[in-house]
């Protein structure tokens, strides 16, 4: 489904990258660990296409992501790629369910199943009683769980999550862990996860490191 080619990327005198590749298979969790500054989120976020790289492609689906134009890109992103971040990036402003809706309302869905789908996600995220919250009323694993709806609403083929339990307690990071295996299994849903979590990581079909600017397999 995703793979990677021979990807650099440097920073002023650093290199983060060191042509690293990789392949990721549908419907799996696959977790990439590393030391601090190792480039586990800059890798993440090339493959994601919030970033680019110095040299070298990122396919998904046999489509090379980092030679569509910005307007592409875009599109693509909105449909094809969901995003959890550490933080939880929700509107303050906005319910639960508007927050949800938001990625699909700008992929043109109309209002009425673009609630309907929220309030359908939410509620097998077992948030059917926090469809009217705002974010400041939830707690911090309810917001994550609205963060992953967000991400689950256009059906994306593969989701990103950047350190997903790095604000969670243990409880609410052992819940997320079960969460993503159900995703995967219920849904054939596809993750790539950075994490210094190691019983997540340890959780997953596969796992990455990151050494040296390389990729090995674990």
Do not use: C, W
């Not at 983060?16 to 696959?30: D, F, H, Q, R, Y």
């Not at 939880?88 to 906005?94: M, V």
């Not at 996600?121 to 926090?130: E, F, K, Q």
């Not at 243990?170 to 019983?199: A, C, P, W, Y």
């Amino acid at each position: 489904m995703l793979e990677a080619k021979n990807i650099t990327k440097s920073y002023e005198d650093l290199q983060v990258l060191k042509g690293v590749n990789l392949s990721i298979s549908g419907s799996t969790i696959t977790s990439i660990i590393g030391k601090s500054g190792s480039g586990k989120s800059t890798l993440l976020h090339i493959l994601g296409t919030l970033d680019v790289p110095d040299t070298g492609s990122v396919f998904l689906n046999d489509i090379e992501i980092n030679k569509l134009n910005e307007k592409e890109l875009s599109q693509f992103r909105n449909k094809e790629i969901g995003f959890v971040f550490q933080f939880h990036h929700l509107i303050p402003e906005f319910s639960a369910l508007e927050n949800v809706s938001m990625p699909a309302l700008i992929n043109g869905i109309s209002k009425h199943k673009a609630h309907k789908k929220s309030s359908d996600l939410l509620s097998y995220l077992g948030l059917s009683g926090r469809l009217d919250h705002k974010p400041n009323e939830l707690s911090g694993g309810e917001q994550q769980r609205v963060a992953i709806a967000r991400a689950l609403i256009n059906d994306p083929k593969i989701i990103f999550a950047d350190e997903p339990t790095g604000n969670l307690d243990t409880q609410n990071s052992v819940e997320l862990h079960e969460l993503f295996m159900k995703l995967r299994d219920d849904m054939g849903q596809t993750f790539v996860i950075v994490t210094h979590n190691m019983e997540l990581a340890q959780l997953s079909d596969r796992v990455l490191e990151i050494v040296d600017g390389n990729i090995t397999n674990s």
